[in-house]
């Protein structure tokens, strides 16, 4: 990883790959969970195909940047610990997983569903098992959170509308 | 001059058996969790991250726990921490326009795009001490429909009344402190991550200092937003960029006085503020610092404190002021011996020459 190299948008999606997008979409939902719903969710899958960590897990920093003004050029804001790891399925299928914090399990099994996620006969599986279940809790917690948000939004005109 | 003195190891080694009976406190009051510290005194954990320089809202719990409240002294411990672990990249720029809002106010626009939304907040409270009260009401709730909420700086610029931000050039390399150390004259980029470590009480005095006429600039607080923005990382083994999870920042843009030439009409200029986790007044005081600090660039007269990069971005790291300060306690036995040497000779030679000058002035009055 080098922060020099030629990046895609931030979307990932610059070279049209909606595979890619996919992925990222899925890795959205893992890097969310925390590990013990995530290798609970895992379990529920069943029987997984032949795997191995294709490097070991570590953990580590990230310098995470900013922008100068929200959107002009880039500044190190201050790092961040990560964790990544990458899984291979012996049908040769890569899979990698970087998460936020000090979690080296976590990672792998991101890094497992990802693996999954590309190869044909578990993707299914995973969205069933996995990416949905996650997919539904996060939004209701999202849901939750933007009801407590828009609660506090100030409304002016109540005081004007008070004459009527 | 240093010299190694042996002894007293036992001595430090039953002080911190004490600190640590001390640390724990009445036995009959339950032991603190580090989840306790994360959830209920979770602005503590943020200051700690900001100022650690380090986003981990566990580690910064646990340093906070181990420091016994010393919130400076955590820090301390986390960027120690951060010094054991390697490197792995640095992640694409945060899109704080895409944040997941949760408080985002505007002192300059009453009826903005998305509008004024107060979130978890101080402002307004009575500052009353209230004793313990059982469980809080649960939140009340509203309609969660999403609704966009441009920058107010954008709004600005439509019309072009403000300056743009520095255009971004992805090629450009980046400052960092923690690889390069400090240089002047420093640009932006690397002052804002100065100031983004910093001390907020340092930040805090010299910004107001700014408002109360040292440096002034007429801020007004443009845009404050909180809440959760992705973090990506371009992983070259994958060959895309690998979304990290969500981290919760406070950003702070500050809309201040005028700037114009012969060929160009005046526009407000700008500061920034970006913070890691809920850490408002640090981000404003950010914000106003880092205007200040562009003085030289905006050519404002540099008078004030505030507007001295040399001042500011070497004395705003409070891990760094504190080793310095603190270090005065480590034993200084032959420096002082030097001096107290030296001084013993001043008064010598003080005593001779005011005997000598009585002898004289003895012996001209006798003539």
């Known amino acids: 990883m080098a922060s020099g190299a030629a990046q895609p948008n931030a979307d990932g999606t610059a070279d ?18 925390d590990r013990d719903e995530l290798a609970a969710l895992v379990a529920e899958i069943g029987a997984l195909p032949e795997h191995e960590e294709a490097k070991p897990s570590e953990t580590g920093l990230v310098m995470v940047r900013g922008r100068i003004g929200g959107d002009g050029s880039a500044f190190n804001l201050g790092e961040a610990t990560v964790s990544r790891a990458a899984v291979r399925l012996a049908s040769g ?18 890094a497992l569903c990802d693996a999954l996620f590309q190869y044909a006969p578990y993707r299914g599986a995973l969205e069933e098992k996995v990416l949905a279940p996650l997919r539904a809790r996060l939004e209701a917690e999202q849901r939750k959170n933007a009801e407590h948000t828009a609660a506090t939004r100030v409304d002016f005109f109540t005081l004007v509308r008070g004459e009527d | 001059m240093y010299v190694a003195v042996k002894g007293g190891e036992r001595a430090i080694e039953n002080a911190h058996r004490l600190l640590a009976h001390e640390r724990r406190g009445a036995r ?14 979770a602005l503590a954990v943020d200051r700690v991250m900001t100022e650690g320089s380090l986003y981990d809202r566990e580690l910064a719990a646990l340093a906070i726990k181990q420091a016994r409240g010393d919130l400076i002294e955590a820090i301390f411990l986390l960027r120690a921490f951060r ?11 945060l899109d704080t ?20 939304v107060l979130g978890p907040t101080f402002d307004y409270t009575h500052r009353l001490l209230e004793g313990a009260a059982g469980d809080p009401e649960p939140p009340a709730t509203g309609d969660p429909a999403p609704v966009a909420m441009p920058r107010v700086t ?17 090629q450009a390399p980046v400052g960092d402190l923690t690889r390069e150390p400090l240089a002047f004259p420093a640009e932006r980029d690397v002052r804002l991550q100065n100031l983004a470590r910093g001390d907020e009480g340092f930040l805090l005095a010299l910004g107001y200092s700014t408002q109360r006429g040292y440096g002034r600039n007429h801020p007004f607080a443009g845009e404050i937003r909180l809440g959760e923005v992705e973090v990506e990382v371009f992983a070259e083994e994958a060959g895309f960029a690998l979304p990290l999870g969500r981290l919760t920042v406070t950003e702070c843009q500050m809309i201040t006085q005028f700037k114009g030439s012969a060929s160009a009409p005046p526009c407000f200029t700008r500061g920034y503020g970006l913070s890691f986790g809920h850490s408002e007044r640090k981000a404003m005081s950010m914000a106003l610092v880092d205007r200040a600090l562009r003085a030289r660039e905006l050519d404002d007269e540099v008078k004030a404190p505030a507007q001295d990069e040399e001042f500011v971005l070497s004395h705003s790291d409070n891990v760094q002021a504190t080793g310095f300060v603190e270090h005065l306690k480590l034993p200084h036995y032959v420096d002082f011996q030097a001096e107290l ?14 005997a000598r000058e009585g002898d004289t002035a003895a012996q001209e009055a006798a003539e």
């Open chain 2, 28 to 41: 009959d009051t339950p032991e603190l969790t580090t989840e306790q510290i994360s959830e209920q005194l």
């Open chain 2, 83 to 93: 010094a054991t672990l390697p490197r792995f990249g640095a992640t694409l720029p």
């Open chain 1, 93 to 110: 299928e890569i899979g990698f997983g970087y998460v936020l914090g000090r979690a080296r399990e976590k990672a792998r099994l991101v």
């Open chain 2, 97 to 116: 326009g895409a944040m997941q809002v949760r408080r985002r106010i505007s002192a300059t626009f009453k009826d903005l795009p998305g509008g004024q």
């Open chain 2, 341 to 354: 040497g030296l001084v013993r000779r001043m008064r010598a030679t003080a005593e001779v020459e005011t």
């Open chain 2, 154 to 170: 954008d709004l600005l610029q439509a019309e072009g009344l403000i300056e743009p931000a520095p255009a971004d050039d992805p």
């Open chain 1, 16 to 33: 049209g790959d909606g595979e890619i997008a996919a992925r990222r979409a899925a890795m959205r939902l893992l890097v969310e969970a």
